[in-house]
């Protein structure tokens, strides 16, 4: 059974404890992790503390900053292979898509390397002779990171990119549920040459790892990735020691299809934006919402494509959906689909597991119209999707709005007109037309609503590690 560590003030380090990792497509122990409970979390917070007020870090220049962070870039993508392994092996997240994800892991690390020396501070046209008055841009300080299992390394990069550009120090836990590719990446940081304590990676348990440390006292801002409920917990922790929060949640994004779109190229997003990483992504498009004259071929469509798609293990460059991560998303996905085919939803396929070992679900699509359905408004993070029809196009906005989240939306027509009017009324940090899921690192990345606050990528994300500093010189 390979064993890993954490990664506290430049050392690797056994946790207080240790657990056992599940690969997801065999149901089976295959690593033993280390688990940090409240001493580690201490550790760990201490060491980030002390690396941004003393040490080579606070006195490193922005330049020297981005060039740590081009290496870093250039780490992960020599180690391109080693980490989509590990991620495909701990979370089941197919090894096609880890291997794709990694390069742009690389690519936003790189960005945010280049951002380093772009942030700048101001000089304010005070209405005082005598005064001269600037504003310094300074490192929020200590940032405590906790991510999910579905692609922890991007969604870690997306934090770590722009606090390490900003000049600050931090904690970063792995989810519990497939840690092994961040702990990986902590040899990649430390090969790097950071300074000791600037990046702590550690994993462990929610309740106790992620509580601590989001309640730390010397944490100054919490960067959340993960479910509503948890971001909950987050907030009332974060009562304790009053840091900021950026919390990046849920989704349960609308997927608009007007009968004028050209069909074939909309089920091709549809089929990738649902099933794609087995359906567990925030911005997963989990309800379609096609206009009704066009819903029978659409639905022909999608069912020949979800029934053609390659399930397999994870590690086969070949395979298209492979497990979920966990037996708890499986059994959530399961009862859910259960639920809602009470309440009355066509199955028009999948609603099964394969046969055999692991936390595997056949990619399903439910026919909702007529019922009202709780698939419609509780996140599966799984394979799993939702249909309703429209008639007109105020009731596609409706529809679309109809949902506590906020995080994306895709809309495929070929009257641009038509696209600009609803881009303008939809509820959601993202609306992609006529495409699904593109990302960039220059892109900022984010939701309203249920879905959380704070935006991730582009330059706004490496300004929002930052706090001013109003300085008064009497000249
Ligand atoms: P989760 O909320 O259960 O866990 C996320 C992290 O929070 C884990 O590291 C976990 O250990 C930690 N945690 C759990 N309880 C905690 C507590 N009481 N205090 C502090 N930390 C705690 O999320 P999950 O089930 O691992 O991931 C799925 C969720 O993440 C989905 O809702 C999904 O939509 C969301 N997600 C959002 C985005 C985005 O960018 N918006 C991206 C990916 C996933």
Known sequence: MQRFQCYINGEFTDGEARFESIDPATGLAWAEMPEAREADVDRAVEAAHNALQEGAWPKMTATARGKLLYRLADLV?????????????????????????IAYVADYYRYYAGIADKIEGAHLPIDKPDMDVWLRREPIGVVAMVVPWNSQLFLSAVKIGP???????????????????????????????????????ITGFGPSC??????????????????PETARHIVRNSAENLASTSLELGGKSPFIVFADADLES?????????????????????RLIV????????????????????????????????????RRQCEHVQDLVARSLAAGVRLVTGGTAPEGAGFYYRPTILDCDGSPSPSLDNEFFGPVLSVLSFETEAEALRLANDTRYGLAAGVFTQNLTRAHRLMKGIRAGIVWVNTYRAVSPIAPFGGFGLSGHGREGGLAAALDYTRTKTVWLRT
Do not use: W, Y
Request: overall charge negative.
């Open 77 to 101: 993508a020599e180690n391109a292979g080693k980490l989509a392994e590990l991620e495909t092996r701990d979370t089941g997240k197919i090894i096609r898509e880890t291997s794709a994800q």
């Open 163 to 201: 606090a390490l550009a900003a000049g600050c120090t931090m904690v970063v836990k792995a989810s519990e549920d497939g840690p092994a590719p961040l702990l990986e990446f902590a040899r990649l940081v430390h090969e790097a040459g950071f300074p000791a304590g600037v990046v702590n990676i």
């Open 210 to 227: 992620g509580a601590a440390l989001s309640r730390h006292p010397r944490v100054d801002h919490i960067a959340f990735t993960g479910g």
């Open 266 to 286: 909309a089920a091709n997003a549809q089929v990738a934006g649902i099933f794609a990483a087995t359906g567990q992504s925030c911005v997963a498009g989990s």
């Open 291 to 326: 206009e009704s004259t066009v819903k029978d071929r659409f639905l022909e469509i999608l069912k020949a494509k979800a029934e053609a798609i390659r399930i397999g293990s994870p590690l086969d460059m070949a395979t298209e959906v492979g497990p979920l991560a966990t």
